[in-house]
């Protein structure tokens, strides 16, 4: 996982307190490659909108690296948001 220590920093910050499943996934779980966002999956229960805009500004106000949050309730997922979870390689954060 490609994470460097402003980064790894910024997101302890951002994600204190949050006690569900987070994955990072997408280019930086691969080390062969350069650059790219952030992007994480949280499962839970919690309402999306709100739970990623409070970790984005957290995360922000610390590092200005992009960072995208998906957030999906376990207990409602759908069809599409399975094969998606299905389909990304991920690693667990925390």
């Known amino acids: 996982m490609r994470l460097y220590p402003d980064e790894i ?6 994600l204190d307190g949050i006690n569900d499943d987070i ?3 997408g280019s930086r779980v691969d080390n062969t490659k350069k650059g790219g966002d952030i992007d994480l999956l949280i499962f839970s229960a919690i ?3 709100e739970l990623s805009l409070k970790i984005k500004q957290r995360f922000f106000s610390k590092c200005e690296e992009k960072l995208d949050v998906i957030v999906i309730n376990p207990d409602k997922m759908t069809k599409e948001q399975h094969a998606f979870v299905n ?3 991920k690693i667990r954060y925390q």
């Open 9 to 14: 920093d910024a997101l302890k910050f951002a």
């Open 23 to 25: 994955f990072i996934f």
């Open 47 to 49: 309402p999306g909108y």
């Open 87 to 89: 389909s990304i390689n």
